[in-house]
């Protein structure tokens, strides 16, 4: 149980760091979503390898620079799309594994994919394939291949 309290007051505690809002019923909302987070995460109890600590963290900082990069490109993208009077879309669903033993790993790609403009994750097959569709379907291996594989990696090195 002191798992799940420490986890749950860790998580409140960056909730209000994030809101920077410390009335009662936000305090109230941060424990109440921390411990949401907590029960969805199950926490091990297992400790963190130090020496791993930096790789995971210089990951991350990485990863979210990918993301922001990536919803940049495609938010152009998809207003030139829509720009466009003759609107060019060629959609369709496009098979990405996921290539990642880990269920988190795959789900967090999965947002990514799916936070970026003109894609959309519809459903997570067998193996951490990710059905997705896609605005523009004309070369999609080219195109998701290296991008998931970037993903994976980075995700491995947070997760794992």
Do not use: C
């Not at 505690?13 to 410390?22: A, Q």
């Not at 060629?90 to 098979?95: D, E, H, L, R, S």
């Amino acid at each position: 149980m002191s798992k799940y309290l420490n986890m749950t007051i860790g998580l409140a505690t960056l909730y209000l760091l994030l809101t920077w809002n410390l009335e009662l019923a936000n305090i109230v909302m941060g424990l109440i979503i921390g411990f949401g987070i907590a029960l969805l995460l199950r926490p091990s109890g297992g400790n963190i390898d130090l020496k791993r600590l930096p790789v995971m963290v210089f990951s991350a900082a990485v990863y979210i620079i990918v993301i922001f990069w990536d919803l940049l490109l495609s938010g152009f993208q998809v207003a030139g799309i829509v720009l466009r009077p003759s609107l060019p879309v060629k959609p369709g669903i496009v098979a990405i594994p996921s290539g990642s033993e880990s269920d988190l790993a795959t789900a967090l790609s999965a947002h990514a994919i799916t936070l970026t403009p003109g894609e959309l994750v519809v459903e997570i097959g067998d193996h951490g394939v990710m059905y997705t569709h896609t605005l523009n379907a004309t070369h999609p291996e080219e195109d998701t291949r290296a991008a998931q594989e970037m993903r994976r990696n980075l995700l491995e090195k947070i997760v794992l």
